[in-house]
C-alpha cells in the first residue's frame, strides 16, 4: 500500500540539540498527524493538525501543516534521552478515519 | 483506564500452519481497526470495523486473512494458511468513532513464519 515518504530515514544527535524532521505526499490530506513509536509498543499521537499553514505545539514538539496540504514538519527543541524511538507521520483524508502512515524517521539520540 | 490489549505478544509458527490473534479495544469504544506493520515501515490499515460490521476490508487478503468481531466488542484476525511473508507485527487499534482522529494502538502482535 501506499506510504508517505520522510525523511530523515534516521538520525544520531546530541542530547540538548534541536531536530527537524519531514514528511511529504503525493496526495492532499485535511489533516496530519504526528506519531511515535517505541521499541515493542504500538504508535502513541503526539501532535494533530487539521488546516493548511497551521502551526501547533505540544511540550518541546512543533509541527506544522504545509501550505500545499501535501506535507508536514516535526521539530523537537532540546532533545533528551527519551526522545529515542520511531516518528511516523500520517495523513487523513475523507471519512472513515483511514491513515496513511509514513516510513519512519528513526531517532537515537547521543548522551 | 486500560489500552487496547492484544495477545499473544509474540508467535512462531511453522509456514502453511494457522494462527489467530486477539484484540480488546478500550472500552466504549466502537471502531475498531487491523494494521500491519512490515520490518522498517509503519502500519497499513487491514481492516475496520464500526461495531460488529467491517465497513473497509479492502486492503485484507481474504483468500488467505479473516476476521471477526461479533459482540462489537473484542475482535480476532486469523491467517489460514500463514506464509513465510507474513512475518510481521499485527496492530490493533480502536477509537471512539470513525470521526475522532485519536486512535490508540494496542502493543502489537510480533509474527514470525518459518
Known amino acids: 500500500g501506499q506510504q508517505l515518504n520522510q525523511s530523515p530515514q534516521s538520525m544520531f544527535i546530541q542530547e540538548g540539540e534541536d531536530v527537524s524532521m519531514n514528511c511529504t505526499s503525493s496526495?492532499?490530506?485535511?489533516?496530519w498527524l504526528w506519531y511515535k513509536q517505541d521499541p515493542g509498543e504500538g504508535p502513541v499521537l503526539l501532535i494533530a493538525?487539521?488546516?493548511?499553514?497551521e502551526l501547533t505545539s505540544n511540550g518541546r514538539l512543533t509541527a506544522q501543516f504545509g501550505i500545499t496540504r501535501k506535507d508536514s514538519f516535526l521539530n523537537i527543541s532540546a532533545s533528551i534521552p527519551s526522545d529515542v524511538g520511531i516518528y511516523f507521520c500520517?495523513?487523513?483524508?475523507?471519512?472513515?478515519?483511514?491513515?496513511?502512515f509514513g516510513t519512519g524517521t528513526q531517532l537515537k539520540v547521543e548522551l | 483506564e486500560a489500552g487496547v490489549v492484544q495477545s499473544p505478544r509474540y508467535k512462531i509458527i511453522e509456514k502453511k500452519q494457522p494462527v489467530a490473534f486477539w484484540c480488546n479495544p478500550i472500552?466504549?469504544?466502537?471502531?475498531l481497526y487491523w494494521y500491519l506493520q512490515n520490518l522498517g515501515q509503519g502500519p497499513e490499515l487491514l481492516i475496520r470495523?464500526?461495531?460488529?460490521?467491517?465497513?473497509?476490508d479492502s486492503q485484507l487478503p481474504k483468500d488467505r486473512f479473516s476476521a471477526e468481531r461479533l459482540k462489537g466488542v473484542d475482535s480476532t484476525l486469523k491467517i489460514q494458511p500463514a506464509e513465510l511473508g507474513d512475518s510481521a507485527v499485527y496492530l490493533c487499534a480502536s477509537s471512539l468513532s470513525s470521526f475522532t482522529d485519536t486512535q490508540y494502538f494496542g502493543p502489537g502482535t510480533r509474527l514470525t513464519v518459518l
Open positions: 500520517a495523513g487523513r483524508s475523507g471519512g472513515g478515519n483511514k491513515l496513511t
Open positions: 496526495s492532499i490530506f485535511n489533516t
Open positions: 493538525l487539521y488546516k493548511a499553514g
Open positions: 470495523y464500526e461495531n460488529e460490521e467491517a465497513v473497509d
Open positions: 472500552s466504549g469504544h466502537n471502531t
